[in-house]
């Protein structure tokens, strides 16, 4: 079958790579009907994140059940399913926890040997071990495009949300509009969150932030916290999503946050970084990190875009053909797409 490889820093290929097959009897095999491209595959493209050479990329996907083990009861062969980026075992004490994101045999699709050598899903068919906790049925009404979103980005929107405690009535800031960041202020709104401040500098982000009911701010052009304070009697907002991915605005977020805010870092932080802590102790801030966990929100999200509360659909900028892969990574690359979906 046609598959995306990564070949070397700044090169992939599309290439004929061997069937999946079943091997345990949860597992599933799935035929690929839309896979995304993500940031974090960007990392990999680029050599930031190892992976072997002719190693598939790719962990955003939707299709449909070709074959499973006896075990296996989501739904039945022929049937629409969309997949969460990472497999669970269900059984260790991260996910008896409900802390599926720290799974103990957590494996990730499409991120090489070191994170659980399991094959990606920019191809034509995927094998998905402990398909119950990893797939879930794509509700009638929802296309393939907008349940593409529910099991990486969107979850990744809900978790820095839940993760911040954010409640009815509460302001909130986005640092950072990129796909996740887009989908952490719609949301934040759905949740109830009454002013939310969406900052960036790229122009086109900051106006679907508008259309997705957020106050645009622009990060060079405004000066973010004046704006904030003005619009909060001077107390700032009560959550501030991170969703840049560096540490860099990390001091911002401390200062758009009120006393005893939270500050909910979504983006991958690697490495060291300079944190403000003098005054984050001074507010009494708390401060939450770490990857999504949306194996656990994935129904509450999939709830939500079936009652129209989310909808990633304007996120999809580009459709384009898996044979065009490689072209797509470079369009990606040079931040022309929000989200390219791929189809076999
Ligand atoms: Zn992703
Ligand atoms: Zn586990």
Known sequence: MRALTFQAPGEVRIEDVPEP???????????????????????IFHGRVPVERGFTIGHEFVGTVLSAGP????????ERVLGCFHT???????????????CRHGRTFGHGSKLGDLQGAQAERLLVPNANLVLRGVPEGISDEVALFAGDVLGTGYHAISHAGLRAGDSAAVLGLGPVGLCAVQVARAAGATQV????????????????????VHLTEEDPKRTVRAATEGLGVDVV?????????????????????????????????????????????????G??????????????????????????????????APAAYELYDRREALKVVLTP
């Open 241 to 289: 999503v991170d969703a840049v991915g560096d540490p860099g605005p990390l001091a911002l977020a401390v200062s758009l946050a009120r006393d005893a805010g939270v500050v909910s870092g979504i983006g991958a932080y690697a490495g060291k970084g300079e944190v403000p802590l003098g005054l984050a102790w001074l507010k009494g801030l708390t401060l939450r990190t």
């Open 291 to 324: 990857l999504a966990n949306v194996i656990a929100h994935v129904d509450r999200v999939l709830e939500m875009v079936g009652a129209g509360l989310l909808d990633p659909a304007p996120l999809v900028t580009h459709h384009m053909a898996l044979d065009e």
């Open 71 to 78: 075990e296996f009861e989501r739904a039945g062969v022929g």
């Open 21 to 43: 097959e079943l091997t345990r009897p949860d597992d599933a095999i799935v035929q690929i009907t839309a896979s995304g491209i993500c940031g974090s595959d960007l990392h």
């Open 197 to 216: 401040f969406a900052i960036d500098t790229v122009a086109d982000r900051l106006e679907m932030a508008r259309r997705f009911g957020a106050v645009p």
């Open 88 to 102: 669970a075992c269900g059984t260790c004490r991260a996910c008896i926890r409900g802390d599926y994101h720290r």
